[in-house]
């Protein structure tokens, strides 16, 4: 689609796809790229603005990543933010020190609400700050527009040349008026008028897939999950019974996942294409044997799932597209946001022939007969993926099913995975997501499940003496998927959890709540 475009140079910020989601939610797409991308490639992207995310250099490092001064001649609007908003200083000619007191975290900034990227802010607004050095004195031709006690130099712009600066990140949810700050960029300076509509994206993939793929058959390893649930539906709508689609049941799903999928994507299903159940239960758990080590569980789980897809593909014959559920975190997590202009044709082939298990459980497979992958949803985000998953008109409890990772429930049990351990977890983790249903405080809440400890402790259940197993129920709120907090949930509802949780799961005399914030990975 011909669209609007803003850019997110990466400096090595760990905010670098939340920017890029925040001018999303300003109708205006967005993508990130590495801070080497060349000149030549951004004018010939053509985007209507550029913004450099933080890092966690000093710029008057010599090791540190830079930017060729070129690129404030180009007539296109920029917006630095805290690392860039230091390197806009330094490259045009002011000065960045090691600040005398560092800032981190909530700061009341002095706003100049007389700057376009300010507009509609308040004179002193909350803003989240995370920075050791600091712009000493700015270059020629700006002006300070905002400043705290210790930061005189908390924003500066050159209106002439549409360069602005923020020390501060308006990209985080603790900024208070950030989002009206980036709002302000895209639409006041950049003078975007926001066409990235979700609701014009359907439509056009359909069509544009329908055209690549003409009469070819497309096969698609599909998890259940969201991601590779909505690219499903949307080849499915464009091309039908040329789509076969493999669902490898691993057994380490949640309870009745399996049958689920089957029920939306099977022959009962509402959707026109093939769909293959590989039951590869027992398989997995004999893999599994023995295996304690989370990251050994991971790749043994990754393997095996390429492997068992591989069976099922050679039993189909040549296809001519293999299709993915990447999305856009995915392409810059594994280095797909780089500059590939410069690969030859037959690495660019290795690249594709490398299947995506969810969440990149990793294993490396042998190439599957195909010449061509397909991933229509590579340049979206998750609530991206939702929205157009809702106009596709998907159940609205598979479109927003709860986060599941890969190797599922291998890694929500500590030690080795058995089959009596998968049962347990299954059991309590839909105890407590059913009990949050009904407490009707689910779409309050973030990502929430139950995990299997290795911890067994002696207990009295009515008049006897059990020694079972601890289970471990953990909610987090999170807007960024990047910092959590765990969730205030009612005592009622875990008192509640609890007890159905040790009456009707055997093995198990304990429940607990994580508190920790920053969730582990379970």
Known sequence: MKKELVIVLDFGGQYNQLIARRVRECNVYCEVHPYTLSLEKIKELNPKGIIFTGGPNSVYAEESPRYSKEIFELGIPILGICYGSQLMAYELGGKVETAPTSEYGHTKVDIDTDSVLFKSVRKKTVCWMSHTDYIAQVPEGFKIIGSTPVCPVAAMECAEKKLYATQFHPEVMHTEEGQQMLRNFVYKVCGCVGDWKMADFAKSTIESLREKIGDGKVLCALSGGVDSSVAAVLLSKAIGKQLTCVFVDHGLLRKDEGDEVERVFGPEGDYDLNFIRVNAQEHFYEKLKGVTEPEEKRMIIGEEFIRVFEREAKKIGKVDFLAQGTIYPDVIESGGGKDKDKDSEDEKAKKAAVIKSHHNVGGLPDHVDFKEIVEPLRMLFKDEVRKVGLELGIPEYLVFRQPFPGPGLGIRIIGEVTEEKVKIVQEADY???????????????????????NMRSVGVMGDGRTYDYAVALRSVNTSDFMTAEASEIPFEVLNKTMTRIINEVK????????????????
Not at 431 to 453: C, H, M, P, W
């Open 431 to 453: 105890i407590f997501r059913d009990e949050v249903s009904k407490a009707g405080i689910a779409k309050n809440l973030g990502q929430y499940f139950a995990a299997l400890t």
């Open 507 to 522: 093995g198990v005399n304990r429940v607990l709540y994580d508190l920790t914030s920053k969730p582990l990975e379970l």
